[in-house]
């Protein structure tokens, strides 16, 4: 799950790290308000789910409370497009009124989880405001790594290590030990997959302050979190998807015509790419899940053509802990009350597959079967021409 | 010879008197594999289809000699069952459940390292040594008894797999699903390794996804060591990057982990890449000359 940068921000200041001041606001006349109460010289910043803000003018310095107003007003409304929106964009909401600091230095600290070693990495390097992937690719040396372990967290040595390693000193050093210990443990204890501070700010004064900040959480975990589940923002989400989250049903909108409806997700991945082989292009990704009920099935199948850009459906399901007779009535029923109009293609394999064939062929209904993944690729690619 | 379950493996069900837990205990009993012994807190003493269930799995082990778990509890529940499990010096365990967070899987990866258990899974169908034992939720009737072992992170895709082998008459030593999650008890270097010490195994089927980089870790494995034909098919061809595509692991961050980079490190070790989900089971048999 994300969140916003200033959502973000609140769960990292409630573990001490240090943040500066600002106010979240949805008019224009707020954010002179704000302004003037953080003093005057300020930046506002669009709140959505995407970076590349600042280039997509989401993002503005406002020397006083009237150009304050002035920036909140123009970002306000506006559909912000970045490289990470798409073309479509995202309105803006809410905006992030903040003091505008004196810039001495910009670093960055980010931590996920190192898949290698199984183990959470906290990344330190002195190129703040560059994306990471980008110093990986163009200065892989300046990626500084602490790796720690879950149970006894980051230790002081180590966000010590990483702090002489960037110059720092004094003061500024013991401000950055707190702030790295402080961030580690708002990652670990909050169950989050992403908490990224870029840039950091060292000011002119010594002062360590998360300039931005971005976290991503573990959707396994965020039942322990309710605080955070419930900053959930259902405007930067697809209502299709937020649609099938509401029946634990893995779904992704993706731009071809050709709906999926699988179950598993490396068989979903892979139907996904034998279609593209056949020179068709997927509408979506979606896995039933293991213990899909047949109320699932039909809520899939809603879901799955409520995308006015299918033109045919697929539906390859290898039945193991899902039955195929169970798999079958549900399309049966969903294809019926749905009135479904585009063709459709069955493939059925696994537990209880002759009765799953036998409930589509007694049907009535036009359901072309397939036998091999292969056979069904190259009908549904047919079918949706 | 099969690896890590056969008919010497002795099989305790942690959540035996949950719904999944009875009915997929029962299927594996039904296939011929020892399930001696249930546990689940508090139901201790009673039985199910015959068999004990007991309050822990230490009470279990001591009573029913078991030297494997096969676990289905609840997804929050699980990392406590996993410890259990080794505390009690189980060598084999293998958890079905999906959806654990992230944060119990490092905790439970570290706490095992350097313990005496092996962990399969989670998130994934289990293991079988087809005609041994079935410890998983794979549909048996799909397998065949021969000496192809396969290896994956996925679970339907793997029965995908399998069931063209077997229509091809190429049975399998052992099918282990290593799951879909970040960081998995067992790797696939692990199953490798372990394949190509095992005399039966004459060749390896590696199913593989996107995200991380397992398949590259495997890739340069299989071309330090492994003499075996192997093949492999990576799905997620299609996926876009920075979805997490159903299982927490298959997602390409940061530009990293795509099909392509993955089919590339493959092919440069040798290993056979099939090019479409459909081309696994022949892929194979071309590979040992059966096609």
């Known amino acids: 799950m994300k969140v916003h940068e200033y959502q973000a921000k609140e769960i990292l200041a409630h573990y001490g790290v240090a943040i500066p001041r600002g106010r979240l606001v949805t008019r224009p006349e707020e954010a002179r308000a704000a302004a003037s109460d953080l003093g005057g010289r300020v930046v506002v910043k669009a709140q959505v789910h995407a970076g590349g803000r600042g280039k997509a003018g989401g993002v503005k310095l406002a020397v006083d409370a009237e150009e304050a107003f002035r920036a909140a007003k123009q970002i306000l409304g506006m559909k912000l497009v970045s490289k990470q929106t798409g073309p479509e964009g995202r309105i803006v909401h809410k905006v992030l009124v903040e003091e505008a600091l004196e810039i001495a230095r910009e670093l960055y600290l980010g931590v996920v989880l190192d898949r290698t070693v199984g183990l959470p990495v906290m990344m330190a390097s002195k190129f703040g405001g560059m994306e990471i992937e980008e110093v990986a690719a163009e200065h892989p040396e300046a990626i500084l790594k602490e790796h720690f372990d879950p149970c006894q967290g980051l230790q002081a040595y180590q966000a010590r290590k990483l702090g002489f390693a960037l110059e720092l000193s004094g003061e500024t050093l013991k401000k950055f030990v707190k702030f790295v210990t402080a961030l580690a443990r708002a990652y670990n204890e909050s169950d989050a997959t992403l908490a990224e501070i870029n840039p950091l700010l060292i000011t002119g004064g010594g002062e360590v302050l998360a300039l931005d900040a971005k976290m991503n959480f573990d959707d396994n975990a965020i039942a322990r979190h309710p605080e955070i589940a419930a900053m959930r923002d259902l405007d930067e989400e697809d209502p299709l998807e937020v649609e099938a989250s509401k029946f634990d049903l893995n779904y992704i909108k993706l731009d071809g015509n050709i709906g999926c409806m699988v179950n598993g997700a490396g068989l979903a991945m892979a139907t996904m790419d034998i279609i593209k082989h056949h020179g068709g292009a997927p509408a979506n990704f979606l896995d039933v899940g293991g213990g899909a009920s047949q109320e699932q099935v039909e809520n899939a199948f809603r879901i799955l053509l409520s995308d006015p850009g299918v033109k045919a459906v697929l539906i390859n399901i290898f039945g193991g802990i899902v039955r195929c007779d169970m798999i079958a009535a549900g399309v049966v029923a969903a294809a019926k009350s749905l009135k479904v109009k585009v063709p459709i293609v069955v493939r059925l394999q696994g537990t209880n597959v002759e009765e799953g064939r036998r409930i589509l062929a007694e049907s009535g209904l036009k359901l072309q079967p397939a036998d091999t993944m292969a056979d069904a690729a190259a009908a549904v690619v047919a079918a949706a021409r | 010879m099969a690896i890590w379950a056969d008919r010497n493996t002795r099989v305790l069900v942690q959540g035996l008197t949950g719904k999944e837990g009875q009915f997929h205990a029962a299927k594996c009993k039904e296939y011929g594999t020892k399930i001696v012994a249930g546990m689940t807190p508090g139901k201790g003493g009673t039985l199910v289809d015959g068999v004990p269930v007991f309050d ?133 270097v692990d199953v490798l390794d372990a394949f190509n010490r095992d005399p039966e195994t004459e060749a390896v089927v590696m199913i593989g996804e996107i995200g991380g980089s397992a398949e590259e870790e495997a890739a340069e494995f299989v071309k330090k060591n492994v003499r075996k034909p192997v093949v492999a098919f990576i799905a997620g061809q299609t996926a876009p990057p920075g979805r997490r595509m159903g299982h927490a692991g298959a997602i390409i961050s940061g530009g990293k982990g795509t099909a392509k980079e993955k089919i590339e490190a493959l092919r440069a070790a040798g290993i056979h890449v099939a090019a479409t989900p459909a081309e696994i089971g022949i892929t194979m048999a071309r590979a040992l000359g059966r096609a």
């Open chain 2, 56 to 188: 822990t799995v230490a009470d279990a082990r001591e009573k029913t000699d078991c030297n494997a778990s096969l676990i289905f509890v609840p997804p929050l529940a699980a990392a406590d069952a996993i410890l259990e499990a080794a505390a009690a010096g189980v060598e084999l365990i293998v958890c079905i459940t999906e959806g654990i967070p992230a944060r119990d899987e490092a905790m439970v990866m570290q706490a095992l390292a350097n313990g005496g258990s092996r962990l399969i899974g989670p998130n994934c169908p289990g293991i079988i040594s087809p005609g041994k034992a079935k410890l998983g939720i794979m549909p048996a009737h799909i397998h065949k008894e021969g000496s192809v072992g396969v290896v994956s992170r996925s679970g339907t895709l793997t029965y995908e797999a399998v069931d063209q082998l077997t229509k091809l008459g190429l049975g399998q030593s052992t099918c282990v699903g290593i799951g879909g999650d970040p960081v998995p008890g067992t790797n696939f």
